[in-house]
């Protein structure tokens, strides 16, 4: 029987399998379902079914990325997700035993040869840190000296699973990689993170993204905070592994977690990501996540205000009043405002509302009333908010975010930013209407 779909315009079949793609559980299997109705649909939908693949360090799985590598597919593949896991048991607190070849060579073959894919050109790493029984212990210890890392890859096959995939990238000389992905990055010293053709590799990338492995599952099944002095070293020595090395980044963006807060605070559990004196010549857009805002993070954007055409932050928070050398928001947008950042048409902050964050309590009664005749007067007046660690743990400076709302020192200074950033967009033709 003739397909009458396939008579219709290019276009309108497209729109079609968009529908056919929305999310739902059994989307994915739709398209496939269609593709394999003819040739014709089997051309058009090829590309968005092999747009990316996942490459795991197991032989099957390399067998499946070798196949679409020497198949006409292999133009399609855009995106390379590489997922490690290390299969194996512990036997003392500091041994390990693998009971599989941690990179088989097929594998090895495909992350040392990126080309195989001569369209790729976003790269993903990301090692099971659950897969390993005992992990948690190595990632709470205490600091460890990168000079000891290749010591510790040869006793612990996790280590040297790490060490190893990094530098089957490294064997990468001539690659179309433009985006790399870190995700759950494990915050422990990798001998190849001080490689000069690691590094070399970072040089020529515009895109990257790290998110950093902020808290482990426990035997309860609670996730623990992972702030210690192994964290804070980790984090401060980003800038030396990775962020140093940045030459060609137009997009950066660093992310922690809730239980493994990033930024300067006043307690043991700091960690501080070193940015004053860090400088990317063709940053165009910043994020960060789950972070204090601080001074550091204030000269950093300000030394980056006449390339920066995007700053994202979310879940970041001022710091209690309570603390030492505290940062205010008001303080970053003004700063922000007076250097005149003649490139910013976008500033997107995750603001949580009134209610999320203001303090209620009998004892506030007065206070409460004040805030919500404040929202009724006016409705659409912000709020950012305020925290700070107690034990490792993020805490929501309740009253700190109260007195910020009804002050408006925040909302008047992200208001004189947010004009800026409205006049560089009408200035530029291009410009997307949002902030």
């Given at each position: 029987?003739?397909?009458?779909?396939?008579?219709?315009?290019?276009?309108l079949?497209?729109?079609?399998?968009?529908?056919?793609q929305?999310?739902?559980?059994?989307?994915?299997?739709?398209?496939?379902?269609?593709?394999?109705?003819?040739?014709?649909?089997?051309?058009?939908?090829?590309p968005?079914?092999?747009?990316?693949?996942?490459?795991?360090?197991?032989?099957?799985?390399?067998?499946?990325?070798?196949?679409?590598?020497?198949?006409?597919?292999?133009?399609?593949?855009?995106?390379?997700?590489?997922?490690?896991?290390?299969?194996?048991?512990?036997?003392?607190?500091?041994s390990?035993?693998?009971?599989?070849?941690?990179?088989?060579?097929?594998?090895?073959?495909?992350?040392?040869?990126?080309?195989?894919?001569?369209?790729?050109?976003?790269?993903?790493?990301?090692?099971?840190?659950?897969?390993?029984?005992?992990?948690?212990?190595?990632?709470?210890?205490?600091?460890?000296?990168?000079?000891?890392?290749?010591?510790?890859?040869?006793?612990?096959?996790?280590?040297?699973?790490?060490?190893?995939?990094?530098?089957?990238?490294?064997?990468?000389?001539?690659?179309?990689?433009?985006t790399?992905?870190?995700?759950?990055?494990?915050?422990?010293?990798?001998?190849?993170?001080?490689?000069?053709?690691?590094?070399?590799?970072?040089?020529?990338?515009?895109?990257?993204?790290?998110?950093?492995?902020?808290?482990m599952?426990?035997?309860?099944?609670?996730?623990?905070?992972?702030?210690?002095?192994?964290?804070?070293?980790?984090v401060?020595?980003?800038?030396?592994?990775?962020?140093?090395?940045?030459?060609?980044v137009?997009?950066?963006?660093?992310?922690?977690?809730?239980?493994?807060?990033?930024?300067?605070?006043?307690?043991?559990?700091?960690?501080?990501?070193?940015?004053?004196?860090?400088?990317?010549?063709n940053?165009?857009?910043?994020?960060?996540?789950?972070?204090?805002?601080?001074?550091?993070?204030?000269?950093?954007?300000?030394?980056?205000?006449?390339?920066?055409?995007?700053?994202?932050?979310?879940?970041?928070?001022?710091?209690?009043?309570?603390?030492?050398?505290?940062?205010?928001w008001?303080?970053?947008?003004?700063?922000?405002?007076?250097?005149?950042?003649?490139?910013?048409?976008?500033?997107?902050?995750?603001?949580?509302?009134?209610?999320?964050?203001?303090?209620?309590?009998?004892?506030?009664?007065?206070?409460?009333?004040?805030?919500?005749?404040?929202?009724?007067?006016?409705?659409?007046?912000?709020?950012?908010?305020?925290?700070?660690?107690?034990?490792?743990?993020?805490?929501?400076?309740?009253?700190?975010?109260?007195?910020?709302?009804?002050?408006?020192?925040?909302?008047?200074?992200?208001?004189?930013?947010?004009?800026?950033?409205?006049?560089?967009?009408?200035?530029?033709?291009?410009?997307?209407?949002?902030?």
């Amino acid at each position: 029987m003739e397909c009458r779909l396939t008579k219709l315009p290019t276009e309108l079949q497209l729109l079609i399998i968009e529908k056919l793609q929305e999310p739902g559980e059994d989307s994915r299997q739709l398209v496939i379902n269609l593709s394999n109705t003819c040739s014709s649909f089997r051309s058009l939908l090829a590309p968005k079914l092999f747009h990316s693949i996942t490459l795991h360090n197991t032989e099957g799985s390399a067998a499946l990325a070798l196949a679409a590598a020497n198949n006409h597919i292999a133009q399609h593949v855009k995106r390379l997700d590489f997922k490690a896991t290390l299969f194996g048991t512990r036997i003392s607190p500091y041994s390990y035993f693998a009971t599989r070849v941690l990179i088989p060579k097929a594998v090895r073959s495909i992350l040392g040869n990126l080309n195989l894919f001569p369209k790729l050109d976003t790269l993903s790493i990301q090692f099971d840190a659950q897969s390993f029984p005992g992990i948690l212990w190595d990632i709470l210890g205490d600091e460890e000296p990168i000079e000891d890392a290749l010591k510790l890859e040869k006793e612990q096959p996790w280590r040297r699973l790490m060490a190893e995939t990094y530098k089957l990238l490294c064997g990468n000389k001539s690659h179309s990689i433009k985006t790399l992905l870190l995700q759950d990055l494990i915050p422990l010293g990798v001998s190849t993170f001080t490689n000069s053709d690691f590094h070399k590799f970072l040089s020529t990338l515009e895109h990257f993204r790290i998110t950093l492995l902020g808290g482990m599952a426990g035997h309860d099944g609670n996730f623990s905070s992972i702030h210690n002095s192994g964290y804070k070293s980790f984090v401060s020595r980003l800038p030396v592994f990775f962020l140093d090395h940045l030459d060609s980044v137009k997009t950066l963006s660093i992310a922690g977690t809730r239980n493994g807060m990033l930024g300067l605070n006043p307690s043991t559990c700091s960690a501080e990501l070193p940015l004053a004196n860090l400088r990317i010549p063709n940053l165009e857009s910043f994020s960060l996540e789950w972070t204090f805002i601080y001074d550091e993070l204030i000269q950093f954007l300000t030394a980056h205000a006449k390339t920066l055409k995007l700053i994202s932050l979310h879940n970041c928070y001022g710091h209690s009043q309570d603390s030492i050398r505290c940062v205010r928001w008001h303080e970053v947008f003004d700063k922000l405002a007076d250097v005149g950042p003649i490139s910013l048409k976008r500033v997107d902050i995750t603001i949580p509302t009134a209610k999320q964050i203001v303090y209620y309590s009998q004892s506030y009664e007065a206070k409460i009333q004040e805030v919500q005749q404040l929202q009724q007067k006016e409705p659409e007046r912000l709020i950012f908010a305020y925290g700070f660690l107690s034990y490792g743990i993020l805490v929501d400076a309740t009253s700190d975010n109260t007195e910020a709302f009804i002050n408006g020192d925040d909302e008047k200074a992200y208001a004189r930013l947010a004009a800026i950033v409205k006049a560089n967009r009408i200035s530029s033709p291009t410009s997307k209407k949002r902030i």
